[in-house]
């Protein structure tokens, strides 16, 4: 299936709309979780400032974390939404942020992470080059599944779990940050 960068990128500033009930228009400091995210800031800074994302925010906290995204990067982040979280069992973000299992989610944090800066774009590419598939290495040491369903990107985890993009290429002075729809679970 061929996308083209013009329905990639319509796609990419409709996407939010589905959540939002309002559309994004493109502009230099997008929009996420009521708040402008400055490219000039990095993946902390800006998250701090999403209303949207502020279990992420606090999980990151909670795993010692804060400092290795401040840091030089460059990451590209699959960043849930609170509402990914919450569709998760009952009980399992209160167990995740519990001290004694900070090395869980460590890793549950981490798996959302790539080394390197992918764009939408490059993304959609390599989901072609590679015949409607695309894997690739985690921070975490687990692997991603990328596809295309539609002029959406899919990401399917080690459990067979999926999160869609909802926001792609907010860009970071770290990195980039995709915004997902759900939560994803490396094979533990």
Do not use: C, W
Request: proline share 4%; aromatic share 4%.
């Amino acid at each position: 299936m061929t996308v083209s960068l013009r329905a990639l990128s319509v796609a990419a500033v409709l996407a939010f709309g589905s959540l939002s009930g309002a559309a994004v228009i493109a502009q230099d400091a997008p929009m996420v979780g009521g708040a402008a995210m400055p490219a000039t800031n990095n993946i902390i800074q800006n998250a701090v400032n999403s209303a949207d994302h502020t279990t992420l925010v606090a999980a990151v906290q909670a795993a010692g974390l804060v400092e290795t995204l401040e840091g030089p990067g460059p990451f590209t982040v699959f960043a849930p939404v609170n509402a990914a979280f919450e569709a998760l069992p009952a009980g399992t973000v209160e167990g995740l942020l519990a001290p004694e299992a900070k090395d869980q989610l460590t890793a549950v944090l981490t798996y959302h992470v790539i080394a390197g800066d992918i764009h939408s774009a490059d993304l959609i590419k390599m989901i072609e080059d590679n015949g409607g598939e695309y894997k690739a290495a985690t921070v975490q040491g687990g692997e991603l599944t990328f596809s295309l369903d539609g002029d959406n990107v899919k990401i399917t985890d080690a459990n067979g779990g999926t999160a869609t993009v909802t926001i792609a290429d907010v860009d970071q002075s770290n990195g980039v940050i995709h915004v997902i729809d759900a939560v994803l679970l490396p094979a533990m």
